[in-house]
């Protein structure tokens, strides 16, 4: 399972900034389970929007957020809606945003960090890949992870080694810098990259207390069992 948790309100009411109407994306697999992006998460975070004076256009759960082709046959129905919206927030892991990022033309925006707490990982067919750093820039690289796309994992911006779109390390795989920016030119949004991209917060890559004291963590580290003392024989 990929364990994501919400980011706080301040934190997504910061990038939402200039966006008025929103169309939110929940999941119904990790993130129902870890309470991040499960029907009652969504209307509650829409809710809260209102509150805020933001008007949502709609929203959508998803079964699995991971699945492009189910993503976007799930998306198609409420075309209109997210047309009217000036963004997306999808409430689930790194993967699901990314997901999402790669069927929409708009801006996507993730409401939540996805955290590392060791064990298994969840399973999805699609190129994405979540490194679960627990403080996903992805609203700044139009859902594109700069930590997996990139062979380098750079976050403040290609190397410039990268050769007719190809990494300088890893030529057979595309640029992932390249791709970001090619994202951003495509929906008009380059002047995200305007936005400094603050260092990661590493101290977030390690679940806290709280998330280690709950069933989902116990669930995926069973406690380690100490060996038996070895028998000392005496001769
Ligand atoms: S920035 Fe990348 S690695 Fe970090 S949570 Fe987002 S998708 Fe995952
Ligand atoms: S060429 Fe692109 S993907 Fe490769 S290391 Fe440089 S910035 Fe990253």
Redesign the pocket.
């Known amino acids: 399972m990929i364990i994501s948790e919400l980011k706080p309100l301040p934190e997504i009411l910061g990038y939402l900034d200039k966006d008025k109407k929103l169309f939110l994306v929940g999941c119904k697999g990790c993130a129902e389970v870890c309470h991040t992006g499960d029907e009652p998460q969504v209307l509650e975070m829409k809710q809260k929007l209102e509150k805020e004076g933001k008007k949502v256009t709609g929203h959508c759960v998803v079964d699995f957020l991971c699945d492009k082709a189910l993503v976007k046959t799930r998306l198609l129905p409420h075309e209109d809606e997210i047309d009217a919206a000036d963004s997306l927030l999808v409430m689930t892991c790194g993967i699901g945003v990314q997901a999402t990022a790669a069927v929409v033309n708009k801006l996507v925006h993730p409401a939540a960090n996805t955290i590392n707490v060791g064990g298994v990982g969840g399973t999805w067919r699609g190129s994405e890949r979540c490194r679960e750093c627990g403080d996903c820039v992805l609203d700044l690289t139009g859902g594109i992870c700069p930590l997996t ?4 994992s ?1 976050v403040s911006g ?5 050769s007719h779109g190809m ?4 030529k057979d ?1 595309p ?4 791709q970001i920016y090619d994202r951003l030119k495509e929906r008009g949004l380059l002047n995200r990259l305007d936005d400094l991209m603050k260092p990661l917060d590493h101290n977030k890559l390690m679940p806290r207390p709280e998330m280690m004291a709950t069933p989902r963590y116990g669930l995926e580290n069973p406690p380690a069992v100490p060996k038996p003392a070895e028998e000392v024989k005496v001769k």
């Open positions: 796309a990139c062979t380098k750079l290609a190397c410039g080694g990268a990494c300088e390390i890893s795989r640029c992932g810098w390249e």
